[in-house]
């Protein structure tokens, strides 16, 4: 049962009870095989660049389009719990920002939509630490450590396929070949990026 203007999820099709909201309890985050446990807040940014496009004699933007690659910036607060620091947490052998030599994945596996092959797996590549802080507080005895990091790219599956499904209701989405595929593949990881394949001046979308 959906609500009839925005087909937004009440309860299920024979009426029973249902609950839709995504909530952070089912979250996993792993650096290779080790999970990294007693963590507070993660936060994902990812950001580009949109040029806009004017020309004389024009009250208005007549084009837009990326011009910088997309930044992949992330934070993590980290209660400091059994014996480590939020590095050593990551499966690092360093606790000083300056001792990384070697970038390194996170993978984040949400739970939320099932588990298993039903499980969102998110992979955040080649990340470099920016920078580590903490602090010492009489006021708070407990130390909670924090942690800016950068990546090279971000991907995310659902059974080894796009998680772009149209969530619960199969809402319509944009698919129309070959910009969908490319897309698909980008966010997926099998690309870096979208817009170096070739016909993107004759691609278009239906909306």
Not at 5 to 15: C, I, P, R, V, W
Not at 45 to 55: N, Y
Not at 153 to 177: D, E, F, V, Y
Request: net charge negative; proline share 5%; hydrophobic share 35%.
């Amino acid at each position: 049962m959906v609500y009839p203007q925005t087909h937004s999820t009440l309860a299920n099709s024979d009426g029973s009870n249902k609950t839709s909201t995504a909530i952070s309890t089912n979250i996993v985050i792993t650096v290779g095989p080790n999970p990294v446990g007693a963590v507070q807040k993660l936060s994902i940014d990812e950001k580009r660049a949109i040029k806009m496009i004017d020309e004389v004699g024009t009250d208005g933007h007549i084009d837009s389009v990326p011009n910088q690659s997309t930044n992949i910036t992330g934070s993590c607060d980290r209660i400091r719990f059994d014996r480590m620091k939020i590095s050593e947490a990551f499966s690092r052998s360093f606790v000083h920002t300056h001792a990384q030599r070697y970038p390194f994945n996170i993978v984040i596996v949400d739970n939320w939509n099932g588990s298993d092959n039903n499980s969102l797996v998110t992979t955040i590549k080649n990340v470099w630490i920016s920078g580590i802080s903490y602090s010492f507080n009489a006021g708070d005895w407990v130390i909670t450590d924090s942690m800016t990091w950068e990546a090279e790219t971000i991907s995310t599956t659902l059974a080894n396929g796009p998680s772009a499904q149209g969530g619960s209701n199969n809402i319509p989405l944009a698919i129309l070949s070959p910009t969908s595929d490319i897309e698909q593949a980008a966010d997926t990881g099998g690309r870096r990026g979208s817009l170096d394949s070739p016909g993107l001046l004759s691609a278009f979308l239906p909306y």
